[in-house]
């Protein structure tokens, strides 16, 4: 793997790692790193056909490899395709249990559809504050990789405020015995 294509991807100089993989893949077409990194590059770029076609390649030569699934959740989940976010999300933690990048994924999807269900308004309802918790309970699971621990921290700090309280629990609790009691 050329240094300076990474170098240049990581910098946000993407046209140019870009022009620099294409000349690597090229030469190697079959080498899952040069097309992993390419799709990631894509990705980054905004062109999301483009990353998913060298992604799953990627894909394709190394179908043990955690992250690269994980990567193609995180293309469907910036083009709104939450169920296969999900999909492919879920898939790198059959590869890799416990694998702190998909829960962080996993959780930014609940987050988003909490956000899409708030509406423009952002109105936190009680429905949308569950969805919110299970977005936090993933980012928990994510403490347990040490790689990905300090993001899920951050994750859970920006969140905690849109959580139902105990008391809206309780409160809601209460309102559905009632309801099962009277056979409503």
Known sequence: MDDLAQCQARAGNYDEAISKLEQMIAKNPDDPEVN???GIAYMEKGDYSSALKYMNKAKKLNPDNPKIYCDIAMVYLKKKDYTKAEKFANISLSKKPRYG???IILGE?????ARESAGPKGELTYNVKLIFEEAYNLYKKALSDPDWCEQAK?????????LPTEEEKRTYEFLKKGRMDTGE
Request: proline share 0%.
């Open 36 to 38: 992993h990194i390419l």
């Open 101 to 103: 990048y998909a829960y």
């Open 109 to 113: 999807v609940k987050e988003a559809k």
């Open 154 to 162: 951050l994750k859970m700090k920006y969140i905690k405020d849109y």
